[in-house]
């Protein structure tokens, strides 16, 4: 089958969606497609079978990026004449659009929960652009199946759109089990490692991280941080400062090797304001890291609450808090029941492979 995929940038470099995308790319080429990848960017060693066609982006302004990427993608698939169209960024028609990308509908309450200041974001420019998109993409008649990576993404369009419920199909993630993988090598130390891991400070929640994190620190407890990702990081590194934990934070910036840090770390937290499905959850559970995150990140739900992780309610005015409690429980546990936790947490995401996520979403684009 001739298939191609439209996602803004593909590649193993960057964030979750980014790698999803370049491991889904790879495991339609293994199993005998042909596979064209329209993307802004592809990175290196994605699969020396894919056909790329690039595509260009107006940036100008942020308005003039969405829109000129979903134009010349359409432009682009024109040419191509493909068999079936897998759409991992904002662009119609499509023959399935995954959502992959939060839903702008919902994050807008989230990241502007004031109604004043959300009405005047909503005439933002950019806004509007991805607004218009995305309902475009919601019309029936534009997209012929929707899949999402979590329930909660499912609700959230059975709640904003009126997009035929039994034309949105439920697929969780897959991870790469070759790259991500337990250290065979690993000891937990005297002092136990936190780590965030996310590519949108702000969005992932690491300002709530580091004041609970301080909280933590306050009690008497002995813990690091450490900061992975490629955002600016200079406002935290404020924030560290006046709470006089800037000590016990590393802020390491990006990093080609992800899987090094999660096989390094006692627990990871990712207190995400709002994520479809983030992908780092699951790579940390197929590295034996357990996961502390929020109800409103979609792969809280492959959590067991105190089995392989903890989830807590997200976005809310007692997040800090919150985080601060789970943290504490956990570094309250026995050795013994924290090596349990990174059995269980393998054991979940031995689960969520590529290649069953790829099958699945043939056999949805088959019927």
């Not at 064209?36 to 990175?43: I, P, R």
């Not at 580091?210 to 008497?220: L, N, P, Q, S, T």
């Not at 959590?303 to 997040?319: K, P, S």
């Amino acid at each position: 089958m001739k298939i191609a995929i439209i996602r803004r940038e593909v590649s193993y470099t960057k964030g979750g969606a980014e790698r999803y995308a370049a491991s889904l790319c790879r495991e339609l080429c293994n199993m005998g497609h042909e596979v064209w990848v329209l993307a802004e960017k592809l990175g290196e060693n994605v699969h020396p079978a894919i056909n790329y066609l690039h595509i260009p982006v107006k940036r100008i302004s942020s308005s003039q990026r969405s829109q000129s990427f979903h134009l010349n993608a359409q432009a682009a698939l024109a040419k191509v004449q493909p068999d079936t169209k897998i759409a991992l960024s904002r662009t119609y028609p499509s023959d399935v659009f995954r959502v992959s990308d939060p839903l702008h509908c919902y994050w807008m309450g989230v990241r502007y929960p004031g109604k004043i200041r959300r009405f005047i974001e909503n005439l933002n420019p950019r806004h509007r652009a991805i607004f218009k998109i995305e309902r475009a993409i919601m019309d029936p008649v534009n997209t012929r199946i929707i899949v999402t990576n979590s329930k909660l993404s499912k609700a959230l369009i059975a709640k904003y759109y009126r997009y035929p419920q039994e034309r949105v199909h439920v697929i969780y993630n897959g991870v790469d089990h070759e790259q991500f993988t337990p250290d065979p090598g690993y000891i937990e130390g005297d002092l136990i490692k936190l780590l965030f891991v996310g590519q949108d400070f702000k969005r992932k929640g690491l300002g709530p991280v580091i004041r609970a994190f301080a909280k933590v620190i306050d009690k008497g407890y002995d813990c690091t941080l450490r900061v992975i990702g490629s955002n600016k990081p200079g406002p935290y590194q404020k924030l560290a400062t006046k709470l006089g934990i800037s000590q016990r934070i590393n802020f390491e910036g990006s990093t080609k090797e992800i899987q090094k840090n999660y096989q390094s770390s006692d627990l990871f937290i990712f207190p995400s304001l709002y994520d479809p499905f983030a992908n780092v959850v699951l790579e940390s559970l197929a590295c034996s890291l357990p996961v502390l995150t929020t109800t409103t990140n979609g792969s809280s739900e492959l959590i067991d609450e105190g089995q392989n992780g903890y989830v807590i309610e997200g976005a809310t005015d007692h997040l800090v808090e919150d985080i601060a409690e789970k943290i504490i429980r956990f570094l309250q546990l026995p050795a013994e029941k924290r090596r349990e936790m990174r059995s269980a947490a393998q054991k979940t995401a031995r689960k969520y492979t590529i290649s069953r996520n790829a099958e699945m979403m043939l056999e949805q684009l088959n019927q």
